[in-house]
């Protein structure tokens, strides 16, 4: 199973760190990304309280694109509880929501091919249509920074005319929430930084750097933050050629069971399904004779229609696995499962429906449990 492999590879990163790992990972796949989110908290705090009692350091590995702010405190807020040291483990992406967890860290392992991301959080808001839009933090003030600094507009009334404009179309609130948003940024960011950075007066203004740095000069929230960046930036980035090595290895299986390179897409399930026969179908085809009437007259009943139907295609079942807590102590999965509606219209479209059955963290042994089940 790829859960043992895994669980062995845990086990040989806690050998050669001697502290225990625990592991949470949030799926990039295509189709089914997943973001960090207050429902996987109850399987961090079995995590932690699985922790052997004289615990008084922890590795914290995380994979993610980010997502609820508040669990990147919570998680880290909970690992400050219960251990003196942290260590956070990145050996690949660990965006926003995510970098906030290892800026609550005393040292981040970074490997080569991991980055962290910028910390200004994005804001999704429903427009008069109820679409939904999403953008930065930092969007509204680089807009108003154009306007002064590229377009030379130094006139109050045209300035206050376009922010006018920008909170027509944002929403009052919505700058407001924007606003707020920045500062909690830079407060959780600073916060988590204090927890273990000196907060003298040289400490704090390292602190201050770092947070603004993150939180405004990228210009894009998907920057990658290299290792090398990282450093420079002010981070404690430490690097162990074993320790990437094992971590890219666990990196790898994990990718594998998040099936990270295979896109989730309804039409390849259905076309990779027993029913995609009955959606490929042959289509019938009517030779009407040239020498055809215009006064014929053909007439259909709904009953015609229902008897002339060959076949019906059945739902498809699909599931996929979207996050990870697990440990060489106790393992969760976060799998959904459902179903696909499906069927082919008359101009040859393949129409699909894909509905949720079930959507849970389920509890998973590691082979230690099924061993003493056994003998059991």
Same mark, same amino acid.
């Given at each position: 199973?790829?859960?043992?492999?895994? &669980?062995?590879?845990?086990?040989?990163?806690?050998?050669?760190?001697?502290?225990?790992?625990?592991?949470?990972?949030?799926?990039?796949?295509? =189709?089914?990304?997943?973001?960090?989110?207050?429902?996987?908290?109850?399987?961090?705090?079995?995590?932690?309280?699985?922790?052997?009692?004289?615990?008084?350091?922890?590795?914290?590995?995380?994979?993610?694109?980010? =997502?609820?702010?508040?669990?990147?405190?919570?998680?880290?807020?909970?690992?400050?509880?219960?251990?003196?040291?942290?260590?956070?483990?990145?050996?690949?992406?660990?965006?926003?929501?995510?970098t906030l967890v290892a800026l609550g860290a005393n040292e981040i392992m970074m490997h080569p091919n991991g980055n962290l =991301?910028?910390?200004?959080?994005?804001?999704?808001?429903?427009?008069a249509s109820g679409q939904s839009r999403s953008y930065s933090t930092e969007d509204i003030s680089a807009f108003l920074d154009f306007v002064r600094e590229k377009l030379k507009l130094t006139d109050q009334e045209h300035i206050r005319t376009l922010f006018e404009k920008t909170c027509q179309e944002v929403g009052s609130l919505g700058i407001g929430f924007t606003?707020?948003?920045?500062?909690?940024?830079?407060?959780?960011?600073? /916060?988590?930084? +204090?927890?273990?950075?000196?907060? =003298?007066?040289?400490?704090?203004?390292?602190?201050?750097?770092? &947070?603004?740095?993150?939180n405004r000069k990228f210009q894009s929230h998907g920057y990658p933050v290299n290792r090398k960046e990282a450093k420079n930036i002010g981070l404690n980035v430490q690097s162990d050629s074993t320790l990437d090595a094992l971590m890219w290895q666990a990196w790898l299986l994990l990718e594998e069971e998040l099936k990270e390179r295979e896109p989730f897409d309804p039409i390849c399930e259905l076309l990779n399904s027993s029913e995609a026969s009955k959606l490929?179908?042959?289509?019938?085809?009517?030779?009407?004779?040239?020498?055809?009437?215009?006064?014929?007259?053909? /007439?259909?009943?709904?009953?015609?229609?229902?008897?002339?139907?060959?076949?019906?295609?059945?739902?498809?079942?699909?599931?996929?696995?979207?996050?990870?807590?697990?440990?060489?102590?106790? +393992?969760?999965?976060?799998?959904?499962?459902?179903?696909?509606?499906?069927?082919?219209?008359?101009?040859?479209?393949?129409?699909? /429906?894909?509905?949720v059955k079930s959507s849970v963290w389920e509890n998973l042994p590691v082979q230690s449990q099924r061993k003493e089940r056994k003998s059991s």
């Open positions: 199973m790829s859960l043992d492999k895994r &669980i062995a590879l845990y086990q040989q990163i806690e050998a050669y760190r001697k502290r225990p790992l625990i592991v949470y990972v949030t799926s990039k796949r295509k =189709g089914v990304v997943s973001m960090m989110s207050s429902d996987a908290i109850p399987c961090l705090i079995e995590q932690i309280d699985k922790l052997p009692p004289e615990t008084k350091e922890v590795d914290f590995l995380i994979v993610s694109f980010g =997502g609820d702010p508040m669990v990147a405190w919570r998680i880290s807020s909970l690992l400050r509880q219960r251990v003196d040291k942290v260590s956070v483990l990145i050996p690949q992406s660990a965006y926003s929501a995510a =991301g910028p910390i200004d959080f994005q804001i999704v808001m429903e427009d606003a707020r948003s920045s500062k909690l940024a830079e407060d959780m960011g600073g /916060n988590l930084l +204090a927890e273990h950075m000196n907060s =003298g007066e040289t400490g704090q203004a390292k602190i201050h750097a770092i &947070i603004d740095h993150m490929l179908a042959p289509v019938p085809q009517l030779d009407v004779p040239l020498c055809a009437t215009a006064t014929g007259h053909y /007439n259909t009943t709904l009953s015609d229609l229902n008897n002339a139907v060959t076949s019906k295609v059945e739902p498809v079942d699909y599931g996929y696995t979207d996050a990870i807590v697990e440990s060489p102590r106790v +393992a969760f999965a976060h799998k959904v499962k459902g179903k696909i509606l499906s069927h082919r219209t008359p101009d040859m479209q393949i129409r699909y /429906n894909v509905l």
